[in-house]
């Protein structure tokens, strides 16, 4: 991810940054998507903002696909409690993730044409909440420039996303590690 805080202060940041997402389908990943689209994966525009009032954080995200893959426009909001503990920084609250129709159509919806093709039921979809979540993040300061990061975040998928026929399950659990540097 490259980014940029455009406005910044003591407690709120606000900016953006390009990001690849790899989120994907294959229909050869699972004989049930036989007769559906890929889903590719690709860049995307993120708008974010967020606000700190002492040991909490909400915050605000929008993630646009750019690259024509489908994958329209969802946003992001959460609240984290952190607390710091010597280099380390432990940070950990709520959130939601609401989809507009196109993501929610290229990922989870079935046409007529692709319910025939998969054997699948046709199911529309529309804008809406796609999950609601937790997240738990650990931060370690290396240097004043350099950290490492683990966060998990464990959901439950919504409204669309957890009507589709496509859903297998409707809890989902991702992690993410990284190494950052600040200019």
């Given at each position: 991810?490259?980014?940029?805080?455009?406005?910044h202060?003591?407690?709120y940041h606000?900016?953006?940054?390009?990001?690849?997402?790899?989120?994907s389908?294959?229909?050869?990943?699972?004989?049930?998507?036989?007769g559906?689209?890929?889903v590719?994966?690709?860049?995307?525009?993120?708008?974010?903002?967020?606000y700190?009032?002492?040991?909490?954080?909400?915050?605000?995200?929008?993630?646009?696909?750019?690259a024509?893959?489908?994958?329209?426009?969802?946003?992001?909001?959460?609240i984290f409690?952190?607390?710091?503990?010597?280099?380390?920084?432990?940070?950990?609250?709520?959130?939601?993730?609401?989809?507009?129709?196109?993501?929610?159509?290229t990922?989870f919806g079935?046409?007529?044409?692709?319910?025939?093709?998969?054997?699948?039921?046709?199911?529309?979809?529309?804008?809406?909440?796609?999950?609601?979540?937790?997240n738990?993040n650990?931060?370690?300061?290396?240097?004043?420039?350099?950290?490492?990061?683990?966060?998990?975040?464990?959901?439950?998928?919504?409204?669309y996303?957890?009507?589709?026929?496509?859903?297998?399950?409707?809890?989902?659990?991702?992690?993410?590690?990284?190494?950052?540097?600040?200019?």
């Open positions: 991810m490259l980014g940029v805080n455009v406005l202060g003591e407690n606000l900016g953006m940054s390009v990001s690849f997402d790899f989120q389908r294959s229909s050869s990943d699972d004989a049930r998507l036989k559906l689209p890929d590719h994966y690709g860049p995307k525009l993120r708008l974010f903002g967020d700190t009032v002492w040991a909490f954080t909400g915050a605000v995200a929008a993630y646009q696909d750019i024509g893959t489908g994958q329209g426009l969802t946003a992001t909001a959460d409690m952190s607390a710091p503990i010597g280099n380390w920084l432990i940070s950990m609250g709520p959130g939601l993730t609401w989809a507009n129709a196109t993501y929610t159509k990922l079935i046409t007529p044409q692709e319910s025939a093709a998969s054997g699948l039921p046709h199911y529309d979809t529309g804008s809406g909440m796609r999950d609601i979540h937790f738990v650990a931060t370690y300061k290396i240097s004043p420039h350099w950290s490492a990061s683990v966060e998990a975040v464990v959901g439950r998928l919504e409204h996303a957890a009507g589709s026929p496509i859903t297998e399950r409707r809890l989902d659990l991702n992690g993410v590690a990284s190494v950052l540097y600040r200019f």
